[in-house]
């Protein structure tokens, strides 16, 4: 990934900024980030917005006491992180990953010794289903080597009598979306893999508002109301 300047109406400075908190990017990737943190308020904002936005995913689940012997094996892997700036990130990553890792949700570099307390084995790739108006989170997609998909929900809407909310997928190489079902708000979803193609990064994820009963047409037809790309977390 580019670390070098970007505008604040760039998408792609609100994707540094994301991949930053979610804690993907990689160590020297990080640390040329915080090194651009003092000098650039568009990226302080950015990261800012995004820590506000993703925050309460930690409150997904309840806390865990690491044994003894992992909190020595935490201290050492911060004993080699570079030094950084006076400005460092109010927001704590490893709070984020503790509610992500507990849900089920997501792993990466920070949550690698925290997955050591989970019995079963971390999601394969995670999506986080935001609003286009706001950013908003409001879904969560998680998949892992069990072919199964997991659409969870951060929170509740209303939807119109006569409407329903429509999940789809497409990857770069589809000729077009293909249908997983429909959801009901508020209610987490499993949808079977078997017989769609392996999973990609970036793949596209999104939830359309379509009629009672989803689209007639096979593709999307309504506003989009949550949408996300999938991440490789494992």
Do not use: C
């Not at 994707?15 to 302080?44: I, K, N, W």
């Amino acid at each position: 990934m580019n670390i070098g300047p970007r505008d604040d109406s760039d998408p792609a400075l609100q994707a540094l900024a994301s991949e930053y908190v979610l804690g993907t990017l990689d160590a020297e990737q990080r640390r040329l980030l915080e090194q651009r943190l003092p000098h650039e308020p568009a990226l302080r904002d950015a990261v800012q917005s995004w820590e506000q936005r993703l925050h309460p995913l930690t409150a997904l689940a309840a806390p865990v006491t690491p044994s003894p012997w992992l909190w020595r094996r935490i201290e050492r892997s911060l004993e080699q992180e570079p030094a950084s700036s006076s400005n460092r990130r109010r927001f704590n990553p490893l709070a984020l990953w503790r509610g992500l890792a507990a849900a089920g949700l997501a792993a990466s570099v920070l949550l690698a010794s925290l997955l050591m307390l989970r019995p079963t084995p971390a999601p394969s790739y995670l999506v986080v289903l935001v609003a286009p108006q706001d950013k908003s989170p409001g879904w969560v997609v998680q998949a892992n080597d069990t072919r199964e998909l997991q659409l969870i929900p951060l929170g509740s809407i209303e939807l119109p009598a006569d409407k329903a909310l429509e999940f789809w997928t497409k990857a770069d190489d589809w000729q077009g979306p293909v249908s997983l079902g429909l959801v009901k708000p508020g209610q987490p979803l499993r949808v079977p893999l078997d017989h769609l193609p392996p999973l990609q990064t970036n793949q596209l994820f999104e939830l359309t508002l379509e009629d009672r009963q989803g689209s007639a047409l096979g593709r999307p037809t309504g506003p989009v109301q949550f949408i996300g790309r999938a991440v490789k977390t494992l």
